[in-house]
């Protein structure tokens, strides 16, 4: 699509760097995370300051192009033809408070710097699992941590927000000042404006205790009822992951886990050590590896897996309002179907907690949901689309009869809408809250279905 003469005189404006269509560095800088998501936006944006972020929404008022905020790639849902990307690099301001337990945050911060800011502190961020995720797209997106089931999602720990509405107001929102705007940030992010700066709640977390177990792929479907069994019991300062992978013999992979396939249960205790409670887990399988002890945010990020580069792939995700035997089974053995062979692993969270009492009113939520379940299916070069179309239909057709009510934005594939995240009734709230904040559309309307 070629730009309007505003746009191409935009250059000479703008402290930061507009990259066209033209331009060399188009073809990276408008990739996002995952690439496997296509996204030709009509102009990529890097705007160094708050008046950059004004003549941005100037422009984009006067050619009617949407400013779609990506601050580091995440979450890439659709094309984005005739949309100016904007990436928030510059925005890198980090300020932690431990007297008052917060954070402040720049929009283009990553999660990596927060964790490694307050190792030591005895405080915790509510953060991602992946270190390079940004603050920002995260928590505006709901936001799903290792300290969920302790602190919620990470929208309902957004105390405040430093905002750009589209008529140029740079102003601190919060509750008390805009309870409907702080609403549609906590889920719906950047439909209410442009965030620059975020007030995060931090975990106070004075002794984190971690495990992990690792058993053998033919245990999969007693190690998860173990893990679901346990959940009935379970305190909120217990989180807990359950993943079984099952890895090609592919030469994109490390060698420790080319190949193999493998069943992972991690556990993490805000509140000292809870090794008691995963005993029936271990009793469910044969367990080859058993690691246990004191540990940190910072080494739980890094110990992760995952990439830490953009990476193509693909997959399913699902709040289930239960995780019954039958449905166990049912997702094991479409797993071990011959045909089933993309997808490489999934994975059960444990919900409940304090995500079922939400703190603060947002339009994320997972209440009424007991697990977050997601299935990998990574993309190789040459590899037919086909077989993993089928097999994300058929992960789909496993889990309708147990879906919870809605899940949440940051968990949606490519081209899902927020209709998946909430009622009718919340989606057109959303609507009337872009309505009055942004009556010309000057911002993406993102997932926000037509």
Not at 422 to 448: M, Q, S
Request: proline share 7%; with cysteine.
């Amino acid at each position: 699509m070629a730009l309007s003469s505003a746009w191409e005189s935009a250059r000479v404006s703008l402290r930061g760097q507009l990259i066209l269509p033209d331009d060399d560095a188009y073809a990276s800088a408008r990739l996002p995370w995952n690439l496997a998501v296509e996204q030709r936006p009509a102009a990529v944006a890097i705007p160094d300051d708050v008046d950059d972020l004004r003549r941005l929404v100037a422009l984009a008022r006067d050619t009617g192009s949407p400013l779609a905020v990506q601050p580091s790639g995440h979450g890439a849902s659709g094309d984005l033809a005739g949309a100016v990307i904007v990436r928030m690099s510059a925005f890198d301001s980090l300020a932690v408070d431990l007297d008052a337990g917060i954070v402040r945050v720049g929009s283009g911060v990553r999660w990596g710097a927060v964790v490694a800011a307050l190792e030591g502190t005895g405080w915790a961020a509510p953060a991602g699992t992946s270190p390079v995720v940004s603050v920002a797209g995260y928590t505006l997106g709901g936001g799903h941590s290792w300290f969920s089931r302790t602190a919620g999602l990470g929208s309902d720990n957004l105390r405040a927000a430093w905002i750009l509405r589209t008529d140029g107001t740079h102003e601190r929102v919060d509750d008390e000042s805009d309870a409907e705007t702080m609403w549609a940030l906590r889920g719906a992010g950047g439909i209410a404006g442009i965030v620059t700066d975020l007030e995060i709640d931090l975990v106070r977390t004075p002794a984190i205790w971690g495990a992990g177990l690792t058993f053998d792929a033919s245990d999969a479907a007693a190690v998860l009822r173990a893990v679901r069994d346990l959940s009935a019991a379970a305190p909120p300062s217990l989180n807990v992951f359950v993943d079984s992978m099952r890895m090609p013999d592919a030469p994109q992979l490390p060698e420790a886990i080319r190949g193999r396939s493998f069943v992972t249960v991690q556990a993490l205790s805000a509140d000292g050590a809870a090794d008691d409670l995963l005993d029936g887990v271990r009793r469910a399988g044969k367990v080859r590896q058993d690691i246990t002890g004191p540990t940190s945010p910072a080494t739980l990020a890094a110990s992760s897996g995952e990439p830490t580069d953009p990476t193509p792939g693909r997959g399913a995700s699902a709040a289930l309002r239960s995780l019954d035997d039958a449905l166990i089974d049912e997702l094991i053995r479409f797993r071990d179907l011959p045909e089933s062979w993309p997808v490489v692993g999934i994975g059960a969270r444990m919900l409940g907690g304090a995500l079922d009492a939400p703190r603060r009113d947002g339009f994320a939520s997972l209440q009424g949901a007991a697990w977050l379940l997601h299935a990998l299916i990574p993309v190789f070069p040459g590899a037919p689309r086909g077989p993993g179309d089928a097999s994300i239909a058929g992960i789909e057709q496993v889990l309708a009869p147990a879906l919870a009510p809605q899940t949440v934005p940051t968990f949606l594939g490519p081209g899902q809408t927020l209709d998946l995240c909430g009622p009718h009734a919340a989606v057109d709230r959303l609507r009337a809250v872009r309505t009055r904040l942004d009556p010309g559309g000057v911002l993406h309307e993102g997932r926000l279905p037509r």
